[in-house]
């Protein structure tokens, strides 16, 4: 089900882009910053689909919550990582992260103002807050 969520999918794609960005990195801080950066990256889907799979919204809401604040780490490591130079743009994945943290807020209130269940594909909610068939 939450394999199906704009939010987990677009996710996936930071987690990508975040790999690929990784590779730049100077050999030095392979198991510094690049280590933090990855589990970080990770730790949005992750915490999306471990929330979305459990029974109460308030369980829900509490894992998207984690997974947006995991997104606010991801993008103040890369501004550290541009700083540093070893990065040089950045703008695309920061409008991600953006984009993600928007869509998991939107998916939070959701949750919260309606009491609304999402384990039900057939009744889903889609990440801009409105019901999916």
């Not at 998207?64 to 070893?86: D, F, G, P, Q």
């Not at 984009?99 to 939070?108: A, G, N, T």
């Not at 990440?127 to 068939?133: A, I, L, V």
Request: glycine share 4%.
């Amino acid at each position: 089900m939450y394999k199906k969520l704009d939010v987990w999918l677009k996710s996936m794609e930071l987690v990508d882009q975040i790999y690929k960005a990784i590779d730049l990195f100077p050999k030095n801080e392979i198991y510094s910053l690049s280590d933090q950066i990855k589990r970080a990256a990770i730790s949005v889907p992750c915490n999306i689909a471990e929330g979305m799979t459990r029974n109460s919204d308030k369980e829900k809401i509490h894992f998207l919550n984690i997974s947006r604040a995991s997104a606010s780490e991801v993008e103040t490591l890369l501004i550290i990582a541009h700083k540093r130079k070893y990065l040089q743009l950045i703008e695309n994945e920061l409008s991600l992260i953006n984009d993600i943290r928007s869509m998991l807020y939107k998916l939070e209130k959701r949750l919260s103002d309606t009491g609304q269940r999402t384990t039900d594909i057939g009744q889903r909610l889609t990440d801009n807050g409105k019901r999916g068939d």
